[in-house]
């Protein structure tokens, strides 16, 4: 599950590898793991290709709008690489929602602070729930984006449980064909 990605632990040295947001949190989450990676290999699939790593132990972090009326929610799901979030069903009601959708590009960017295709569940706005898919959590350990298109991270699923407002649940549609 590792790959061929050249993990070492997250300290002082690897700080530069992640996003200023994630920064905030990482030293919380025992057991995290960071990896420098070709920018242009940031996507999920094509990271695994690349780096030999089981789509199952990858997880995406995206980012979801929700709108009533004048209202927007955001929040962030979290689904392994080979199933789809569930954005117009349990993410909507969750969010309390008449209306959800995958947030914008430029959205993403400005309200986390972190590059698109790197996008992170750690160290989103801490107002915002993020929601674990059940799968994730199963996978046992996953990678995960660093909040840059330039790396990884690796952390034992549970950990992602200690960020604020995370929720566990069934927030995957089904695996991808």
Known sequence: M??????QPY???????????VRALADSLPGLEVAQIDPE???????????DSPEDHSANCVVVAGRRGDVTRWGAVLVLATTRADVNG?????????????????????????????ITPVGLPADWPILVDEQV???????????????????????????PHAERGAWALDNRP
Request: proline share 6%; net charge positive; aromatic share 4%.
């Open 2 to 7: 590792r790959g061929t990605l050249p993990w």
């Open 11 to 21: 300290g002082p040295d690897t700080t530069a590898l992640v996003a200023e947001p």
């Open 41 to 51: 290999l940031a996507d999920t699939a094509a990271m695994c290709r690349a780096y």
């Open 90 to 118: 349990a993410v909507r009601k969750r969010l309390d929602a008449r209306k959800a959708s995958f947030a914008p590009m430029d959205q993403t960017v400005a309200l986390t602070g972190m590059e698109y295709g790197g």
């Open 137 to 163: 959590l199963a996978a046992g350990t996953v990678i995960i984006g660093a909040g840059i298109r330039g790396a990884k991270l690796l952390l034992p699923a549970e950990s992602l449980l200690r960020l």
